[in-house]
């Protein structure tokens, strides 16, 4: 239904007050229960004394609310605008009533202070207090409605959402300046039959449809929804358009708003839609201590009366009996059950955690990025960084050597990887570059060799690489690389000081040094070479490794104990010696010290000092082994060129770098027990070599290898003719001469011819041994004269008896002689002497 | 083992001490004898300070320092008819400590330079004695070798 369209003129808020900030409150009076389902005709209300109230005598007074139908007769629509009684200003009443016009059925807004004088509402009012002061409001402006809710609860759930549990108020008045609305006006009449329903109430209200402007008093609070509904209500009054700016939309269908707003020139003030919060913050923790106060005093109340026990007691709330069947024991059992359960959750949750760790240990190690595999190298090596590049230490200047090479290595960041293609299984994140000059591998080769062919020769020891030491399996790239380069700068350090000293040290011999050979002499005919061999890892030096010269004489030894030898100089500029008692006293050998007090003189002082140099001590070592190989080799070829005798040789295990010692045995086999009497205990030192024999004596004997030879030789034939005398005496012959050192018969080159003189038991046969090393043996039997045909008879001699007595010699054809050797013919020979006595 | 034998030889008439020396230098020589190097055997003395002295009024003691190019690293320290130390270099250091207790004369400071010559199994030393710049006389040590 269409509105009137009104014209007269409407006192403006700013006539009635200033504005409406001042002890803003709101008030609501009645309710919609007063009204639904069915009306309450006592419920009237005056606004003067709404005001006091309040406790704001003098208020200005907005709002909506139903019409006072006590005075006006019938029911309406009420917007009190209204400055209410006080002691300054007598109350004035600018509101209007909205109601159904009984001829038309229209809406009809009229003037209420035009019909009436008094300052009354009825059943039910949302009203806005405010001393009407001029003050801070909140300014709304809408252009078009967007959604389903109209302005007012737009602004109520805004405020709701933002203030939460704190119910705020607020209220005010707009102007909808273009568009329509659709709103509602009660009839005159109220309704007879009870409203149960929003059907009914809607079918019992008037709707209509009215166009701007429209001034507009809502007074909503944000929270409550129960009085949402209720406290929401907006009353229209409609204006000018002189009026305030600043256009609104409400409920309604109306869509039209056109987007330019209007001008605001008129009124200074320009906030037109002035909301205020009307409540102070702290009314709801007011309002829930006030409540709790109230909960606590009946407690308290009820606790005392009960503590009498006069008018109330407090009785046990009986509990059922636990059923009979249900055991204690099935309960303890659940109960162990359920913590068990939690124990096992906390455990697996535990396990599952380390189980992550572990596989992102295991990930991460197989990631190895760049920080991981830098602290693997810094427990290994050691590390600084200078300016923003990592520099490491790969010499021994810390383990006390004083070779001038510098012996950095860098650190760098292994960039060159092709994110695209699958990494690597051996990718480094980090790589390391050593100096050039210590690239690939090298080795110290010492060799001893016959004479050297030719000076020419000197200097081009053919390099045979050396196949790499076999890293351990998991040590990364640049562990190997680094101690290869580390292997390098040794090498190099110990054939520098061997150049050294080579070059200083006065000798018999001079040493020579060419290139990366020192060659010295230690024995006449013996070249000892000792070289740096150094080879670069270039593919061209792969080809000169097929040829391979002579590896079997380099001597292994010697190149691990020079190692030694330079780790023992280092350790020996370390000065790890024992501090000097006392503390004062200076630092250096103990022995050293006591020369001052215990005056030695200068060859003392020497002998003290004596320190051979590197190139000493390892040419005393070759020499040795020189020797030691020699003389092993000699007996070896002398057991196997003669069986008979044997010679056994039993090598010392522990041995010195300049001695060793070999017992030598020489022997008969089958014989041993009997003939055990040369046994000689040779001790090989650097030039010479000292015998000790079983009987005491003892023969230095020197480097030659003849030497040695002709004196085993001598001995050996020697013991062939111990073994006669041992065996005659286990025979039973008699040993009428011995000699070692037989000065008859040929002159022997080697050593001396022994001979033994045995006769048998019985007197009757004698055998003579001449053995020598070189003539070989000699034997010859006596027979008695009765044996001998040829003997002539002699004038002399004429009794019998003296033709038992031996007579002259017969050789024995010894080559033709059974028996495997010389112990077991002479044993048969003298078995065959020997009659059997029947 | 062996004996050590000191002696003071008697400078010959109408001859300094540098030519008696070289007199018997040629002598050596002559006999067979090597030139082995040189030596040297100085003596310091030092008197026990003034303060040090008790209240009885004992005599200070002189205390003889001596130095020997035979023993390079010792310091043979002693009183007249006292004890004698047999002592590292640093008691010379020691000795400049004690300076509150000994003074050093240096004006007496004597020592013997000259040559070592090695004689089949013995060492003849022969030495100028001298005293600050002047040669006072010629001494003799033989010794076995």
């Known amino acids: 239904m269409a509105c009137a369209e009104f014209s007269f003129h409407v006192p403006s808020l700013e006539e009635l007050a200033g504005g409406i900030c001042g002890k803003t409150r709101i008030a609501e009076v009645g309710g919609v229960p007063y009204l639904l389902p069915l009306v309450n005709q006592k419920k009237v209300y005056d606004l003067n004394k709404i005001a006091k109230e309040i406790k704001l005598p003098g208020a200005f007074i907005l709002g909506a609310g139903a019409g006072p139908f006590q005075t006006l007769g019938f029911n309406s629509e009420f917007m009190p605008v209204i400055q209410t009684e006080s002691e300054h200003k007598p109350p004035v009443n600018g509101s209007y009533f909205a109601h159904v016009n009984p001829a038309d059925g229209g809406c009809l807004l009229e003037k209420y202070s035009e019909k009436c004088h008094d300052f009354q509402c009825a059943l039910l009012a949302n009203l806005f207090a405010s001393e009407g002061q001029p003050g801070k409001v909140i300014e709304v402006k809408a252009k078009r409605r967007t959604g389903p809710l109209n302005f007012v609860t737009c602004m109520r759930e805004t405020l709701e959402k933002h203030y939460g549990n704190k119910p705020i108020g607020m209220g005010g008045t707009f102007i909808i300046q273009k568009g329509k609305v659709k709103s509602h006006i009660m009839p005159a009449e109220f309704s007879s039959c009870p409203l149960n329903s929003d059907e009914e109430v809607n079918k019992w209200l008037h709707f209509y449809e009215m166009k701007a402007p429209l001034v507009c008093l809502p007074v909503f609070v944000s929270r409550d929804p129960n009085l949402a509904r209720l406290a929401q209500r907006i009353d229209f009054s409609q204006g000018s358009g002189s009026e305030e700016e600043e256009a609104a939309g409400t409920e309604g269908d109306a869509q039209e708003w056109p987007g330019a707003g209007s001008s605001a020139d008129q009124d200074d003030e320009e906030g037109v839609v002035k909301f205020q919060p009307s409540l102070w913050p702290w009314d709801s923790v007011r309002n829930n201590l006030r409540s709790a106060l109230t909960e606590m005093c009946v407690l308290y109340d009820v606790l005392s009366i009960v503590r009498d026990k006069k008018f109330m007691t407090l009785d046990p709330v009986s509990q059922d009996a636990l059923p009979p069947k249900q055991n204690p024991q099935t309960l303890q059992l659940i109960s162990k059950k359920k913590s068990l359960a939690g124990a096992a959750q906390i455990l697996l949750k535990g396990a599952e955690r380390l189980t992550k760790s572990v596989t992102e240990n295991q990930e991460n190690k197989l990631q190895r990025d760049f920080n991981s595999e830098l602290l693997r190298l810094r427990q290994h090596w050691k590390l600084r960084k200078v300016g923003d590049k990592i520099l490491g230490d790969l010499s021994y200047r810390s383990a006390g050597s004083l070779f001038p090479h510098h012996g950095t290595f860098e650190v760098i960041k292994n960039t060159d990887l092709d994110l695209d293609k699958k990494i690597p299984e051996d990718y480094c994140p980090l790589d390391v570059q050593i100096p050039s000059d210590l690239e690939g591998s090298a080795y110290i080769k010492v060799s001893i060799q016959k004479q050297a062919p030719d000076i020419g020769d000197l200097g081009t020891v053919n390099l045979f690489k050396r196949p790499l030491p076999k890293s351990k399996p998991g040590s990364p790239h640049w562990q190997t690389k680094l101690e290869a380069a580390q292997n390098v700068l040794l090498c190099k350090e110990i054939f520098a000081q061997l150049s050294r000293e080579a070059v200083q040290i006065k000798s018999q011999v001079p040493h020579i040094v060419v290139k990366n050979q020192i060659i010295s002499q230690p024995f006449p005919s013996l070249q000892l070479s000792i070289s740096l061999c150094h080879s670069s890892n270039d593919k061209k030096s792969q080809k000169f490794a097929t040829e391979k010269q002579c590896p079997e004489d380099h001597l292994y030894v010697l190149e691990h104990n020079l190692h030694l030898l330079i780790r023992e100089f280092h350790k020996q500029t370390l000065s790890s010696i024992m501090m000097p008692h006392p503390a004062s006293a200076p630092f250096g050998h103990k022995r050293m010290r006591l020369s001052g007090p215990q005056a030695f003189d200068k060859n003392e002082i020497n002998s003290l000092q004596s320190s051979e140099g590197l190139l000493e001590k390892i040419i005393k070592q070759a020499k040795h082994i020189f020797l030691r190989s020699r003389a092993a080799a000699t007996i070896d070829s002398l057991a196997s060129r003669i069986e008979d005798p044997q010679i056994q040789a039993h090598w010392s295990n522990i041995n010195d770098v300049y001695e060793s010692s070999v017992k030598v045995l020489i022997t008969s086999q089958g014989y041993e027990q009997i003939c055990k009497s040369i046994q000689l205990q040779l001790n090989i030192g650097v030039e010479q070599i000292r015998v000790v024999h079983r009987d005491g004596r003892v023969i230095t004997l020197s480097y030659q290898e003849q030497e040695l030879q002709d004196f085993l030789l001598s001995q050996m034939s020697q013991h062939q003719v111990h073994a006669v005398q041992q065996l005659a005496k286990v025979m039973g012959w008699q040993v009428l001469s011995f000699s070692n050192h037989v000065g008859l018969g040929p002159i022997e080159s080697i050593g001396n011819a022994s001979a033994i003189t045995v006769a048998s038991p019985s007197g009757d046969y004698a055998i003579s041994v001449r053995n020598g090393p070189e003539s070989g043996s000699k034997i010859m039997v006596q027979f008695p004269r009765n044996q001998c045909k040829d003997l002539p008879k002699s004038d002399v001699l004429q009794d019998n008896k003296w033709s038992h007595l031996r007579g002259p010699f017969k050789e024995v054809q010894w080559n033709k002689m059974e028996g495997r050797n010389f112990v077991y013919k002479m044993e048969l020979l003298m078995s065959a002497l020997s009659p059997c006595l029947l | ?145």
């Open chain 2, 1 to 145: 083992m062996g004996v050590t034998c000191v002696s003071q030889m008697p400078v010959a008439e109408g001859k300094s001490v540098q030519q008696t020396v070289e007199l018997l230098t040629r002598k050596l020589e002559m006999l067979g004898a090597e030139k082995q190097g040189t030596f040297c055997v100085d003596c310091e003395t030092y008197h026990t300070a003034a303060s040090t002295l008790g209240s009885q009024g004992q005599t200070g003691k002189l205390m003889y320092v001596m130095h020997n190019s035979e023993y390079p690293l010792s310091c043979f320290a002693l009183f007249e008819n006292g004890p004698c130390l047999i002592a590292d270099t640093n008691f010379d250091v020691l000795m400049v400590k004690l300076k509150g207790f000994f003074q050093s004369a240096k004006a007496s400071k004597i020592e013997t330079r000259g040559t070592r010559y090695q004689y089949c199994d013995f060492l003849v030393k022969v030495g100028t004695v001298t005293m600050g710049p002047s040669a006072r006389g010629i001494s003799v040590e033989v010794r076995p070798w």
